[in-house]
């Protein structure tokens, strides 16, 4: 069977019909669509098996990796820390930078294929409208007439009794209408017991609702451990950092695996949207026993197919147009005669043109246009829509699993750089005020004791006072005002700091300048025997 009308395969579903099929011997199976069949089972196994073929390379990828920085040498590491530094930085950003642009996709593709879904499900239903009226309106019509048949034709015969030539013409009416009663019953195709398309369009839609979920937390957890990876490497807190390490692997297994679902996933369903007529036809006429005509004639809807309704609304059309007749004929015989038969003949006019307006309305449900209409969108839905989104949410899993793989690879070099960041300036002097260690001292509070400092700054001994200091201290410079003060000036910005101590300054100034250098060497040379004895004046 080809596609119905209105509906045509698109290319990606072509190219991944045309995927191999091959089960678990290794042996090519057939791309018709029949998820009951074990061997085409297998071939989807086999195409999602791998990406866990993926997963294991990037395992391998992620140990050699590990296992090469924990145990390697670490010679010429002061020539190469820069680049080293350089790179894991960048390749934690590039990591981060295709997760966020992977879940962009992933945002996109879960809301194509929930629209694609509940496209169907919509289709489903509307469907299920249909057949449901077509079986409301024929039994309301099918009651009516045996009614009309049981109570108004009945009496109107008891009525017209003294004339046989009439009564025969309302016994012939009341075989009419017991004929259309009967064959409008016979025309519902689609029973209750069968399980309308609303069951299926409640399974489709609570299944879609758990998968939609689902995704949206994968999303989200993607996107949490994207922006706490950046917090942790912008404020080098290395705990959140290993946290966010251990999670990156955890999704890391969850990207591959949701993978391999969705590429499985995708090739079944382009098996299916490549020619869909002929699934639907065998899995409904298997499940609901309807006639194949049936099936044929609203999967097609086209005008070399026979409709399997047109005898029976041919005859139920022209034995309406009888009981008009015949009731005409009496109402222009019987009323003059017997004026009590008006009523009758009224009343079953009045029904019979309800059940006219029935059988109309009921031949435009019966046409196939309708239910085709309803096939084909359902269709589209599927493989438009949520073909289309599937395929983003299959290049997600791929761009978060690559992410999540370099992640794993990076982090563990970018925290241990924070374990030894403070191991650059174990080659510096301990009195050195003006080293970043020194900078991170505690301030001194009131009352309370302060950081300890050189002799030559000590509060507690004569020789260090700031009296005796300033007397000790030689001659600031020799040069030219005009270059003393433009050296001052770079320095505090107001040149009568230039001969202050450093322990008036409450801070360091941001590098030695030449008079300073030869003040605080002075001063440390004259002091440097008393403060080496323990001199106390």
Request: glycine share 6%; charged share 15%.
């Amino acid at each position: 069977m080809g596609s119905p009308q209105g509906y045509r395969a698109s290319w990606w579903t072509f190219l991944l019909h045309q995927a191999p099929h091959i089960n678990f011997q290794f042996e090519a199976v057939g791309g018709e669509f029949a998820p009951e069949d074990w061997g085409y089972q297998q071939a989807l196994l086999f195409l999602a098996s791998i990406s866990g073929l993926c997963f294991a390379v990037s395992l391998v990828l992620i140990c050699v990796y590990l296992i090469r920085f924990c145990c390697c040498s670490n010679e010429d590491e002061e020539e190469t820390k820069t680049q080293r530094v350089c790179c894991v930085t960048w390749s934690c950003v590039a990591a981060v930078i295709i997760c966020c642009a992977g879940i962009g996709i992933g945002f996109y593709g879960n809301s194509e294929t929930n629209d694609g879904v509940y496209q169907v499900t919509y289709s489903l239903l509307n469907a299920n409208h249909t057949l449901s009226s077509i079986d409301t309106l024929v039994s309301e019509t099918v009651e009516l007439l045996s009614a009309t048949v049981r109570g108004d034709l009945t009496q109107l015969e008891e009525t017209l009794s003294p004339r046989t030539d009439l009564v025969a013409v309302v016994r012939n009416t009341r075989r009419q209408a017991e004929t259309v009663a009967q064959t409008l019953d016979g025309v519902p195709f689609w029973g209750e017991t069968r399980g309308g398309p609303s069951i299926l369009a409640e399974q489709v839609g609570y299944l879609e609702d758990y998968r939609w979920l689902a995704y949206i937390l994968l999303l989200l957890l993607d996107l949490i451990i994207c922006l706490f990876t950046l917090l942790g490497l912008a404020k080098q807190i290395k705990w959140l950092v290993i946290v966010m390490t251990v999670m990156s692997f955890l999704v890391l297994i969850l990207s591959w695996g949701s993978m391999g679902l969705e590429t499985a996933a995708a090739v079944g369903l382009s098996d299916f949207c490549f020619e869909p007529d002929g699934y639907v036809m065998n899995t409904t006429q298997a499940r609901t026993g309807l006639s194949p005509d049936i099936l044929q004639y609203y999967l097609t809807c086209s005008q070399d197919v026979f409709n399997p309704f047109q005898q029976r609304l041919t005859m139920c059309q022209r034995a309406l147009s009888n009981i008009h007749s015949q009731l005409y004929g009496l109402e222009r015989e019987a009323v003059p005669q017997f004026p009590a038969a008006e009523r009758s003949i009224l009343a079953i006019q009045s029904t019979l043109n309800t059940t006219e307006s029935n059988f109309h309305h009921l031949v435009a449900l019966l046409n196939c246009r309708g239910l085709h209409k309803d096939y084909v969108d359902a269709l589209k839905g599927l493989c438009y829509d949520g073909m289309e989104g599937l395929l983003f949410l299959l290049l997600f899993s791929f761009l978060s699993a690559l992410s999540f793989t370099t992640a794993v690879c990076s982090l563990p070099r970018a925290w241990k750089r924070f374990q030894n960041r403070d191991s650059d300036y174990d080659d510096m002097e301990d009195d050195d005020p003006f080293t970043p260690q020194a900078r991170r001292l505690p301030t001194v509070r009131a009352g309370g004791a302060g950081p300890t400092l050189p002799g030559s700054y000590s509060h507690c001994s004569s020789w260090g006072s700031r009296g005796s200091l300033r007397l000790s201290a030689p001659p600031i410079s020799n040069a030219p005002v005009s270059q003393y003060m433009s050296q001052s000036a770079s320095f505090s910005g107001s040149p009568r700091f230039e001969s202050v101590p450093l322990i008036d300054r409450h801070s360091p100034p941001p590098s030695y300048s030449p008079s300073m250098r030869a003040s605080y060497v002075g001063a440390s040379e004259e002091v440097e025997p008393p403060y080496r004895t323990g001199y106390q004046p």
